[in-house]
């Protein structure tokens, strides 16, 4: 791609979303944001093409967080965040050719590294598995979520342990491939992650 792209990939409750927006107002930069267009996504999919997808798609919340085996769980995400990048990329490619700031967790380390001109345009960030717990615990949606299901405490000690290893995997990638990775746990503020995103995005 020859526009300008800042990426934020990495796991849920890392702070990525309120980082991104951050750095994206303070420069003046378009913002995609993989969660609001998943959705939609999810709409336009191939039930041949997109078989994680579709399984996503159909799930209810016992099936997808309690009766399933928690590495089955972290598979199918996954697969499905590889199915989604594709509709990802056709969303950015059929923008505006302006600078933009992309953030999500579909933006796994293996996928958007050959679309970097840059290694310093993209950066991972990866919460403590603690950190996750007790972050993911606060959000009301959550808890709509796990009601749905047969064993809500059961269900979200998979959810959390799902979300720990594919923050692990992410992480990993992202060292295989020498990306930036700033891990979270709480121990510093977010305007000091900011300015470690900030810092990371700007070095030459």
Known sequence: ??????????????????????????????LYSCDEHFDNHLRNISIVEHHAMNKVRTMDPNEA???????????????????????????????????????????????????????????????AERFQREHYSKRAWIQEVLQKTENPAAAFHNWMLRDARFAGFVAQEAADLNLQVLHVDGSKSLLENYAFLEKHFDSK
Not at 8 to 28: P, R, V
Not at 103 to 122: D, I, R, T, W, Y
């Open 1 to 30: 791609m020859d526009r300008m792209i800042y990426w934020i990939g990495g796991s849920a409750c890392s702070g990525k979303s309120t980082l991104a927006n951050m750095y994206a107002e303070k420069h003046g930069l378009a």
């Open 65 to 127: 967080f309690y009766t399933r085996d928690v590495q089955e769980q972290l598979s199918v995400y996954i697969r499905c965040f590889i199915e989604d990048f594709a509709f990802v990329l056709k969303d950015i490619a059929d923008g505006p050719a302006t600078p933009l700031v992309v953030e999500g967790n579909q933006l796994l380390p293996s996928l958007v590294a050959p679309h970097l001109k840059q290694h310093h345009k993209a950066i991972w960030i990866i919460p």
